[in-house]
C-alpha cells in the first residue's frame, strides 16, 4: 500500500489556492457560500506550508488521518487537494477541536465515514458516506457544493453547508432532536434528558471503538 505522500505531489499553497479558486468559479460556487474564502483561509493560516495534491480519480486505500501529527502533515504540508474525485475507502478523521489540516475536493467524495473536528473540508461536488458525518465544534467547516448523501448527518454546534440535497438522517443542535436519534452514552449525563448536547469526544470514542452512536429507532 502507498504512503499517502506518493499518491501526490507537493505544490505551493498560492498556487493551490489560485486554482481552487478557478475550480469554485468554474462549479458556479462563487455565490453560494464561503467556498472561496475557506481556501484563502488556508493560506492566511499557513503560508509557510505546503500542499499536497492528488490527481482525479486517487484512491486511498485506508482511513485519511486530518491531524498535525500524522503523515503527510508532519512534513510541512497543510492541506491535500484533489483535482477530481477523491475515494477513501475507510474514514476521514480530525479529533482537534481547536485547528487541522484541510481537505479540499474538487469533485465528488466518497468515504466511509466522514468524523471531523477544526479541519476545513471543502468539497466541490457531491459527496457519498457509507456511514456516518459527524461535524464537531465551531472551528473548521463543511461544505458541500453537491449533494450529501449517507446514513446520518450529525451537527454539534458546527459550520455545515450542504447546497444540493441531503439524504440521510439529520441530528442537530438546532433541531433539538439529538436525545431522540442518539444514544444516551455520548452525552455527559446519560440520565438527564434535559442536557441535549453530545459530547463530540464521546462520539469519537464509540465509534474507533465499533459501538453505534445511533438509536436503532433513529432513521
Do not use: Y
Not at 486511498?60 to 474525485?85: K, M, N, Q, R
Not at 482537534?96 to 473540508?121: C, F, N, T
Amino acid at each position: 500500500m502507498k504512503r499517502l505522500e506518493q499518491l501526490g505531489r507537493p505544490a505551493a499553497l498560492d498556487d493551490v489556492a489560485r486554482l481552487f479558486a478557478e475550480r469554485v468559479a468554474a462549479a458556479d460556487l462563487e455565490g453560494c457560500g464561503p467556498f472561496r474564502d475557506w481556501v484563502e483561509q488556508i493560506l492566511v493560516d499557513h503560508p509557510e506550508k505546503k500542499a499536497l495534491v492528488l490527481d482525479p480519480g486517487a484512491l486511498i486505500e485506508d482511513d485519511l488521518i486530518l491531524e498535525t501529527d500524522a503523515e503527510p502533515f508532519t512534513d510541512g504540508f497543510s492541506c491535500i487537494v484533489a483535482l477530481g474525485d477523491l475515494i477513501v475507502t475507510g474514514r476521514i478523521f480530525n479529533s482537534d477541536v481547536e485547528s487541522g489540516p484541510s481537505l479540499l475536493v474538487a469533485g465528488s467524495l466518497k468515504a466511509g465515514d466522514i468524523i471531523k473536528a477544526a479541519s476545513a473540508v471543502v468539497v466541490l461536488g457531491s459527496v457519498t458516506v457509507d456511514r456516518l458525518v459527524v461535524c464537531d465544534g465551531d472551528n473548521g467547516v463543511f461544505l458541500v457544493g453537491g449533494n450529501l448523501s449517507g446514513e446520518a448527518l450529525i451537527d454539534c454546534d458546527h459550520e455545515i453547508l450542504v447546497v444540493g440535497d441531503v439524504t440521510a438522517t439529520i441530528a442537530s443542535d438546532d433541531l433539538g432532536n439529538m436525545r431522540e436519534l442518539l444514544v444516551a452514552e455520548v452525552f455527559e449525563d446519560p440520565e438527564d434528558a434535559s442536557n441535549e448536547w453530545p459530547e463530540g469526544d464521546l462520539i469519537r470514542e464509540r465509534l474507533l471503538a465499533g459501538l453505534p452512536v445511533l438509536r436503532t429507532t433513529a432513521g
